[in-house]
């Protein structure tokens, strides 16, 4: 098939590529692949991004590629510098030229974002975040993004005005399949809404680190079962990143899943009025932004 | 050597095995080994007993073995039910004999303690707290036995009133080598005081897992030295654990080294006297006053 986009959008992070070919603001097409910034040298980064779009490319033409998250950190395939917020969430004006060996690519990184205290830092969720204000350019309030690293972003008058990040889902994983905590997690089941309501009221009053073992000791003296000490610990943590938080204004949880309607749930709990928006064109519509060179 | 012991002390924990050849309450000969009793599936035990104190044991005699620690977990030699608190830390009749192949062992396994609200366990700590009270049998006030699960346990009148369990040890260890902060926290380098009192300060102040990302980006914006983030990370830990802290009494940390000498720190900065009590010989001595059948 010849796809022949006029450019392509990459949405590249840790773990995962997703690329889109691109006819102006939509998408005509759609790769992935698993091979994620953190596995990749930095010789890798060009074979591994051909991999997923070369079916796109022409010979004797350049297309240009718009690429955002960890591919511009510092182990990525160029170190694309941080936008310092207060501040728009892209800039069109701000991308890095990456250096390419293949003649039919031209790519540019976009910048992530940091703040100077609390230090914090950001790379991709920025592009989310500009893909969610073109649809709500108004917003005033709070985004969360949950994943791997929460990400909690304050936003008003189309800018970033402080974020901060939550180790959320790596604690989550770390203590559930390396920890001693595994021997009382592991097993069959879903989901236990108690349970995760009782974690969520044990982390927002700040007891979740004094509650993890707890997790351990009612397995074997009560035979609490797996899943509801998975639902419990997921509670803690997440009531834990949510302690003292106050949106100022709107809140919206970014993402779809059981992800999303977890932190829903605790933010219901905790008496804060949010709702969800599907995070997963998020991404390629900030791209697209910035490729029109529109920012915000 | 014919060490030939009237019988023989041994502290078998998770990751190690120590055995004292011992004559009355004395030891004349010490073996050490690396099979801990989270690697051995139950058949295994007795071999690697064996393969510690076999030298000591002669043919046509029964040389009792009086053992404490993991090896009576659920998934140890045998399951040695728990005492629940308050209790004395050990009582010489409530121990369990272990099934045994060869004829020259009789081997009897402590049980460990357990707390029903809130649900905490123990295996081990309990003799090192016998032995701890052997010496000081009027003590009141607080242990801490710090450790990769430490204990605080609430003493009295020769009695464990209550304890509680904190995953420190190994959320630093898992921090520190499997999540994103390894990048910032490895490197050579000793320990950095100011770094850790500032952790200090942040975990008993509830800030530990809202701090624990500023390591990674405080790294990447402003080079903060691994010395400096493990600090910090060790002294949010360790303040997060003392979060409210109040001993009711005395406090002593069991133990000796770079870590007795961090929560010995912690501890002054959050204005709370304590002393060290090295804790390497504790469990031979509860051990001994067991075998005696003294207890507490």
Redesign the interface.
């Known amino acids: 098939m010849n796809v022949s986009p006029d450019w392509i959008a990459v949405d590249w992070g840790s773990s995962n590529l997703r690329a889109f070919a691109m006819r102006g603001g939509e998408p005509v097409a759609e790769a992935a692949s698993g091979e994620g910034a953190s596995g990749l040298a930095r010789e890798d980064f060009e074979p591994a991004l051909l991999r997923a779009i070369g079916p796109w490319l022409s010979e004797g033409r350049v297309t240009p590629v718009l690429a955002c998250g960890m591919v511009g950190a ?1 182990h990525g395939w160029i170190e694309a510098p ?1 936008r310092v917020v207060p501040c728009a969430p892209a800039a069109p004006g701000e991308t890095i030229l990456a250096p390419t060996q293949d003649p039919r690519l031209s790519l540019r990184i976009l910048p992530g974002l ?3 205290s ?4 950001m790379r991709g969720e920025e592009t989310q975040i500009a893909g969610f204000l073109a649809g709500d350019p108004g917003f005033a309030g709070a985004l969360i993004l949950p994943g791997t ?1 929460s990400k909690q972003a304050r936003i008003a008058g189309g800018r970033v005005l402080s974020f ?4 959320t889902g ?2 989550f994983a ?2 559930s399949q ?4 595994r021997h009382s997690l592991q097993g069959v089941g879903g989901e236990d809404p108690a349970a995760f309501a009782a974690g969520v009221r044990i982390g927002a009053g ?1 007891g ?7 997790l ?3 397995g ?3 035979g609490l079962p797996a899943q509801a000490a998975r639902s419990r610990l997921s509670g803690m ?1 997440i009531g ?2 949510l ?1 003292g938080f106050d949106p100022g204004g709107d809140c919206v949880v970014i993402g779809a899943g059981g992800l999303a309607r977890a932190y829903l749930a605790a933010l219901d709990l905790l008496g804060i009025p949010a709702r969800a928006c599907d995070g997963a064109e998020l991404a390629r519509r900030g791209l697209a932004l910035i490729h029109e060179g529109r920012g915000l």
């Not at 609390?118 to 830092?121: I, N």
């Not at 901060?164 to 180790?167: C, D, K, L, N």
């Not at 979740?208 to 707890?214: D, I, Q």
């Open positions: 510092r941080y940091s703040q100077a609390p230090a914090d830092v690293h901060s990040t939550w180790m790596e604690l770390l203590l390396s920890s001693v905590l700040g979740a680190l004094r509650g993890l073992f707890a351990r000791a009612e074997l003296l009560e943590l834990a990143e302690t």
